[in-house]
């Protein structure tokens, strides 16, 4: 039994708001099967550049960093029960409530992000403010 004086430590990872649609997250698992890798994240980052001031970044990491956000998602994949995304604490809040979704047409193919924080975007949709 701990001391009353003694604090409990936990090292629990915090969680995000950010979505990955059903569509997304198979399309996620799908990748990692091709790879033949399941020890991998779909990190998701917001960085400094483009014309408008802030880009995306989309990228498999088998990292998870001192401050890193995490959450899991169903794969709807037989090749693994769920995929996890991963935000790092200084892109959490430029990324709060934002859906992941990945689009397969003729006009585009890709992820997408459908960010609400996102006060407008540059004319080729590549960056954001």
């Not at 980052?45 to 998602?73: H, K, M, N, T």
Request: charged content about 25%.
């Amino acid at each position: 039994m701990a001391e009353p004086n003694e604090a409990a430590t936990t090292t629990e990872t915090p969680t995000h708001e950010v979505m990955l649609t059903e569509v997304a997250a198979a399309k996620v698992a799908s990748l990692l099967a091709q790879e033949g890798r399941d020890d991998l994240r779909l990190r998701v980052a917001v960085q400094p550049g483009g014309c408008s001031g802030l880009v995306y970044q989309l990228y498999f990491d088998e990292r998870l960093l001192d401050g890193d956000a995490l959450r899991s998602f169903p794969s709807g994949s037989e090749h693994m029960e769920s995929v996890e995304v991963v935000v790092d604490r200084m892109s959490v809040p430029y990324l709060s409530g934002a859906t992941i979704d990945f689009a397969d047409s003729i006009e585009k193919q890709g992820f997408t992000i459908d960010n609400p924080n996102a006060k407008g975007s540059c004319a080729c949709g590549e960056s954001f403010h």
